[in-house]
Structures are given as C-alpha cells and as structure tokens.
C-alpha cells in the first residue's frame, strides 16, 4: 500500500493497513484515513449495539458470542488490515499459556508474553515509524489488559485458596478455563476491540449469559440503558465539535510557539491549560462514545443507587470529564481519568507484587505498556510526585479550612487551580514523547513545581503538622461518606483505594 497525502506517511504497514473504501470521503474532507476509518467504525458500532441488545436479548451465550465476535474482528479488519495478526497472535499465544500452564503461574508466563509482545511492538515502531496514526497498538493495549485480567483472575480461581483473596477477587476469580469461542469474543467483541475499555471477564461471561442486568421489578424486563447510552453518545459528539471547532486554535505546539513565549508566564499558562485541555477532548470522546456503545448493547450495568434504586451503567466508564478538569485536587483528576486502567495496574500488578518494591512495578508497567517514549515516563515519574505531594498538602492543610464555609470554598478553588496547572505542567513530556522537547516546559518555569511538589512532600509536615488519623478519619466520614457514596462508582472507589494504597506503599 503506498503512501498518500492523505494519509500518515508510514515507514511501513506492519501496525496499520486499512481497508481503504473511504479514502474518496478522506481525501474530500481533509481526515486522514485512519481517524475516518476509526470514528466511522465507533458509530456504526453504537446503532449495532441497540440491534444486537434487541434482536439477540433471548438468545444462548454461543450465537450471543459468535455475533459480536464476527462483528467484531470485521471491525478490527477495516481499521487495520492485515495487521491485526499482531492481535491473533497476541490473544491465542496468550490463550494456549493459560491452557498449558498451571494456574499458580499462569498470570506470570501470560503477563511475560503479552506485555513483552507490546513492548517488541512500541520498540518497533518507536524506531522505524516517523509518524503517528491510529494503528493496532492502540487495540493491542486494551488486549494486553484484558488478557492479563483474565490470567490473573485464573490465577486467583484456580491457584489460590480462597481464603486468601479478597473480596474483589473472590468475585471476578474464574475457575475454568474458558473455551475458544468465548474468549474469542472476550478479546474482540465490538464493544471494546477498538478503544476498550478493559474489563473482567466474569462480569464479561454474565453478560453472554443474560446474567448481567436483572430485571426490573415494575416491568419484569432488563433495565433499559437506551436514555444513558444516548445521552453519553450526545456528550460524545460534543467533544468531537467542540475539539474540531479549537484544536487549529489551540494545538500543543502552541505551547512553545516563538510568539506565545513572548507573553509573560500567566498569559503563557493560560494557553497551556487551554491547549493542553482541548488536547484531551479527543480521549473524552473515544471513551465516552465507547462507553455509550457497552451501555446501548446491554453491558456495563453496574447496580441501583441506594436513594431512587434508577440503574447505574458505568462498569465500563473510562473517565469522567467534569471531574478531571474541574477536580478539586490532582488526586482527584487522575482517578477520574482512564479509570480501567488504573483498576488494570491494581488487579494484575500491585495485588500480585510483594514487597517494597510493589509501586515502582505499578508506575514502570503504566509508563511500559504506553510505549517506550522517555516523555511518558517524565510524565508518570512526575505524576507520582504530585500524587504524592497532593495527598500530603491535603493531611497537612484541609482540616485547617473546614471550620468556615468561605474558608472551605477558597481552598477548593485554590486546589482546582493549581491542579489544573498540574495537569498540564505533567502532560507536556506525554505529548512530546522525545527528551529534549519534554524538557521544554521544565526548563521554561526552572522546575519550579518539582521543586515546590518536594518541599511539600518532605518539609511541610514539619511545619503544619497533619491531623491525626482517627481525627481525620471521623470529620473525613461526617462530611464527605454521603456524597462520595452517591457520586463515585463502584469502579472509582476501586481506584480511588488503590491511589492510597499506594502512596502509603510509597510512605513505608
């Protein structure tokens, strides 16, 4: 396939070979073949979703699996060819280790594999490949996810004792090896092949069995996700027109743009944040759109809310906008954004790994399984600096602000701004990827947050004593269970436990 104008400019097609019956409307429009491809597939997918959850609702789990699966790998093929053998390899080499390994080991030797066949991927192309497009690497981390999800989980149904799993694993163990078909459709049903999100395979399983929605007790049929999935696909649309309306206004590149650093450093910060905040618009709307295609075909439900008992379907919600850019604290934003995968490095990494050196394994595996650009591991290196620092201005400071509501609402806003600067000061480096342009923010304001996240980290303890725990704990329940309980799902509250888990892994 050669190479067009149209078209990234590729070094070769091992990671992405299109199938190229709308390069006609690509070279019309100005899209590239590979977004277009991409965003065609995410909305043919959606009115998919509602066929499928009406015309297969009664149907057994091997039509129900053979449908989205066929889907599925059709899709996969539009988008990339040939390429995706990378996937067949990397899904069926993983599943004949988790056939042919015995479960005490099994989520090691399929970890290995997987995540070392991503890594051959992103050396290659880190190498070889001089521009970026939507290829199979993208599909190829939603599997390696998956696949080391469903291993560990066989790991903890088949080769621990359950007494020693906790209630998280007890629940998603799996205690027999699933046939072809259904893993099958685990790895490349068209709910998830393209975009994700992760998920577990027993939640995954129900689904094929008609197990995953019970029935409302007024109407005596499935909740009905039809008015959540419309609304996040409405969400998603917005983010597509509101980033095709700014992004030639406010790309990246502005950041360091001759012209834009002549402006002193606020007017300088403010195009950053803005810049960086329409950067991630495409991300929101990946994930919401493909949150909305689970919803539409009758995946992702995930309980009752305690106070109406309306159905909540956000099993398989990746982020939540609103609260990473308006998040009252870094910690907040990041739980907040790619939330599967964060609940990934908890499952298969941190609740696997003894020791001290258990963090380090979390936040090397994150900056890993994203590719082998320094800038992801300037920015996750950082990141946990200010993970850190957050959380102990946080112990150190908060309780000091909640005796008076003006005094409460200052510092909140006083917390969304500076992790709004956060936010962009750290996802510089992930942009740039290479090291000298990473360092480019860092040397503009002389590191001045780095230096500021370690004086926090280690001095203002000494200076402003935190409050003591069962102190903490007490005020931190009577003034915030209520709204955490209704606002936070199931999944967020995971990852929210597994941030503090680890920041005290890192105290120790």
Not at 97 to 126: C, D, E, S, T
Not at 253 to 264: F, H, K, Q, R, V
Request: aromatic fraction near 16%; hydrophobic fraction near 45%; charged fraction near 15%.
């Amino acid at each position: 396939m050669s190479s067009l104008n149209d078209e990234p400019d590729e070094n070769n097609h091992i990671f992405y070979d299109p199938v190229t019956l709308l390069r006609p409307i690509s070279r019309a429009t100005g899209i590239s073949l590979d977004q277009l491809n991409f965003v065609t597939v995410l909305f043919v997918s959606f009115g998919l979703g509602y066929w499928y959850r009406l015309q297969f609702r009664d149907a057994n789990r091997t039509t129900r699996a053979a449908v989205t699966t066929g889907i599925g790998l059709f899709f996969s093929y539009f988008c990339y060819g040939n390429a995706i053998i990378h996937l067949f390899i990397n899904g069926f080499g993983s599943y004949i280790l988790m056939v042919a390994i015995p479960p005490q080991h099994v989520h090691k030797a399929v970890f290995a594999f997987a995540m070392g066949y991503l890594l051959l991927i992103h050396a290659y192309r880190w190498m070889y490949q001089k521009t970026y497009c939507l290829d199979v690497t993208g599909s190829m981390m939603v599997a390696v996810g998956k696949i080391t999800l469903l291993a560990s989980a066989i790991h903890d149904g088949m080769g621990r004792d359950e007494k020693d799993l906790s209630a998280g694993q007890k629940r998603d163990a799996v205690k027999e090896i699933p046939s072809l078909l259904d893993f099958a459709s685990y790895m490349f049903n068209f709910q998830t092949v393209i975009v994700g999100p992760m998920n577990h395979y027993h939640t995954w399983s129900n689904f094929l069995d008609l197990k995953h929605v019970p029935k409302d007790d007024k109407t005596g049929k499935p909740h009905d996700p039809t008015d959540t999935a419309m609304l996040k696909f409405e969400m998603a649309l917005g983010f597509s027109v509101v980033y095709t309306i700014l992004s030639p206004y406010l790309p990246m590149s502005l950041t360091s743009d001759p012209a834009t650093n002549e402006y002193n450093l606020v007017v300088w910060w403010l195009i950053t944040v803005a810049a960086s905040t329409v950067h991630r618009l495409p991300y929101y709307f990946a994930w919401t759109i493909s949150d909305a295609i689970c919803n539409i075909s009758g995946f992702g439900f995930d309980g009752l809310t305690e106070d109406t008992l309306e159905p909540k379907w956000s099993k398989t919600t990746n982020v939540k906008p609103l609260r990473v850019e308006f998040g009252q604290n870094y910690k907040e934003m990041v739980d907040n954004w790619n939330i599967w995968t964060v609940a990934w490095l908890r499952r298969v990494v941190y609740e696997r790994v003894d020791g001290p050196y258990r963090t380090l394994a979390v936040y090397v595996t994150g900056a890993a399984w994203h590719g082998l650009a320094v800038g992801y591991y300037f920015s996750f290196l950082t990141s946990a600096l200010f993970t850190l620092s957050a959380a102990t201005f946080r112990r150190c400071m908060r309780h000091r602000f909640l005796d008076n509501a003006m005094h409460k609402l200052m510092y909140d806003i006083f917390g969304m701004v500076v992790s709004k600067f956060a936010i962009g000061y750290i996802h510089w480096p992930f942009f740039v990827m290479h090291f000298w342009p990473s360092l480019f923010v860092y040397r503009k304001l002389y590191m001045t947050p780095h230096l500021i996240a370690l004086f926090i980290y280690i001095y203002l303890p000494q200076i402003f004593p935190p409050q003591s725990k069962s102190k903490m704990s007490s005020i931190s329940v009577s003034s915030n269970s209520s709204s955490l309980h209704t606002e936070k799902s199931d999944t967020s509250q995971r990852s929210t436990r597994f941030e503090n888990s680890t920041r005290t892994a890192i105290e120790k």
